[in-house]
């Protein structure tokens, strides 16, 4: 079995080939091919990944590559990890909007408007040479915003399947409070890709005992402190928001935070010049702690799982994925993308039914939804009207002279990335 990462040459990719190396009887790869245009940065990485492998006695062969196209011909799976303009560009989309008073965030808000802008075209290239080299191939979107980037792909025809690991976290954090193992932790985890709720936590399956209330009443407070928001706000709810909710239901306190502080841009792109100095160690043969502050948490085991679901190759029956909607969300179109529990088989992912969903939330799905589609486009055709109704339509901006601001602050930070501008 061959999986090529591209964007291998990201400091995440670590955590990735430990994940490959300790499940491998759910994926036996053979051949893990890492490609990235930045030849230094790749070789530090791919020597790390060697020796976490070589420490774990995998017998996988990596090769790093800046040759895309032969870096997916002949994979069974291509993973998708990119960050067009590095974290310079993030730094960015995290701090111009807050001159209008805007949360600055990466996937979320005019940042994410922006990071779409730049991502969309350049996925949807390497989508297309990964078709021309081997149509067979499953792609993998773990690349930001993830509901976007993967309706773009889905649009176009690829068979790809959208992955984040906000349910992945939650389901181990869960199994942890519980005391069980995280295979018998089966959430009703419902929304879009970064605005999704856990309105049920089950044991043992789809229909098994639902044990939110007793997790809410026992282990509230923990629960909110890890979100960052009151522990009466989820009481009232009865639900678990992921912490992106916090940009919603607490956006002014998160913008006045933001404005004194420096961005987390600036934070990671310090501790990745640390963990390449790191991986530059040729004695260092396992994934040093500080990898898990970078961010991306049991990404690799939700990677592992996904690809190995999609090849025939076992994994976990259910997962939470970003794919089509096609009715499980009534009150959004079929070609919505949504995040929820499938069904992951070599036919792909099939959304399992999903329990109305309270106007509470269902309201706010419905106008992101509207908003994803219109960033769509914009990143389809460019323009700066098409950039203008995005911002306009997006609950967190909604406001014509913000939007206006916004538009220009965008195409102003993002030009050399927009070739329409």
Known sequence: MKLTVVGGGSTYTPELIDGFARLRDTLPVEELVLVDPAAERLELVGGLARRILARQDH??????????????????????????????????????????????QETTGAGGLAKALRTVPVVLDIAERVRRANPAAWIIDFTNPVGIVTRALLKAGHRAVGLCNVAIGFQRRFAGLLGVDPSEVHLDHV????????????????????????????????????????????????????YYLRYYYAHDEVVRELRTKPSRAAEVAEMERELLRLYADPTLDEKPELLSRRGGAYYSEAAVDLAAGLLGGGGSTYQVVNTYNNGTLPFLPDDAVVEVQAAVGPQGASPLPVRPVDPLYAGLIANVTAYEDLALEAALRGGRERVFRALLAHPLIGQYDYAETLTDLLIAHNREHLAWA
């Open 191 to 242: 929304g879009l890709n970064h605005l999704t709720w856990e309105t049920g936590v089950r044991l043992g399956g789809p229909e098994g005992e639902d044990v939110l209330p007793k997790l809410l009443a026992e282990h509230g407070g923990p629960l909110a402190d890890t979100l960052h928001l009151p522990r009466t706000v989820l009481d009232r709810l009865g639900v678990v928001p992921s």
């Open 59 to 104: 017998p996988a062969r990596v090769v790093t590559t800046a040759d895309l196209d032969a870096g997916v011909a002949d994979a069974d799976a291509v993973l998708l990890q990119l960050r067009v303009g590095g974290q310079a560009a993030r730094n960015e989309d995290e701090t111009w909007p807050l001159e209008c008073g805007c949360v600055g």
